[in-house]
């Protein structure tokens, strides 16, 4: 309905079933240098299921363009790379991370919080916003911001996977001078 809403004529809502008819055998694997990083880092082998099934979608659909929000930022360089060296046809777009009034960021992953959890699931947000502010007014000691962070979202009761300052265009160091990205994932800590 609300696709309908918005002018959409065809959605292709594929079940598992359909996706994976058989076991995936053959599967896209990204280069080290970005898929092991980060969310890679934090969750192994997260890139690989993500590129292939991507590429699945985009031999199925045989889009023109596609939509990549910029809240998973190191999904949208790895789809980006793949897109080029693959040669595929396929404009992709980068999405603003559209926020919720109190400035969580809209996911389906927010289904996994209860309410508690989606109130203090800001102090993430928070925390980047932070980072940005301090680097954009000259601040260098970007390790120390970093782990200001972590020692924030512990605090609160969570567990950073990491809060990152990165080069934008491929999510090497950052160094000054050059387009940088902040980054950062946690999970509420299970309670003893």
């Known amino acids: 309905d609300l696709l309908a809403g918005a002018?959409?004529?065809?959605?292709f809502a594929p079940a598992v079933e359909e996706m994976y008819p058989e076991v995936q055998?053959?599967?896209?694997?990204?280069?080290?240098?970005?898929?092991?990083i980060l969310e890679g880092s934090a969750r192994p082998g997260f890139f690989t299921g993500v590129c292939t099934v991507v590429l699945k979608l985009f031999s199925?659909?045989?889009p023109s363009a596609a939509v990549f929000g910029k809240k998973d930022y190191q999904q949208l360089l790895m789809i980006s790379e793949m897109v080029r060296q693959f040669a595929?046809?396929?404009?992709?777009i980068?999405?603003?991370t559209i926020r919720d009034p109190s400035g969580l960021a809209l996911s389906s992953r927010?289904?996994?919080?209860?309410?508690?959890q989606r109130i203090e699931a800001v102090q993430l947000c928070a925390?980047?916003?932070?980072?940005?502010?301090?680097?954009?007014?000259?601040?260098?000691?970007?390790?120390?911001?970093?782990?200001?962070?972590?020692?924030?979202?512990?605090?609160r009761g969570w567990r950073p996977d990491y809060v990152a300052i990165r080069r934008q265009a491929?999510?090497?160091?950052?160094?000054?001078?050059?387009p940088m990205v902040v980054l950062g994932a946690a999970r509420k800590s299970r309670r003893k």
Do not use: K
């Not at 927010?110 to 508690?116: A, D, R, T």
């Not at 491929?170 to 050059?178: F, K, S, T, V, Y």
């Open 7 to 11: 002018g959409c004529d065809i959605v």
């Open 25 to 36: 055998e053959f599967e896209v694997q990204p280069p080290t240098g970005l898929a092991d």
């Open 60 to 62: 199925i659909v045989g």
């Open 88 to 92: 595929l046809p396929i404009e992709i």
């Open 94 to 96: 980068p999405a603003e």
């Open 110 to 116: 927010n289904g996994y919080l209860n309410e508690q």
């Open 127 to 155: 925390a980047l916003r932070n980072i940005a502010g301090e680097v954009r007014s000259g601040r260098s000691d970007w390790r120390q911001l970093e782990d200001s962070a972590h020692d924030l979202l512990r605090s």
């Open 170 to 178: 491929d999510l090497g160091q950052a160094m000054q001078g050059e």
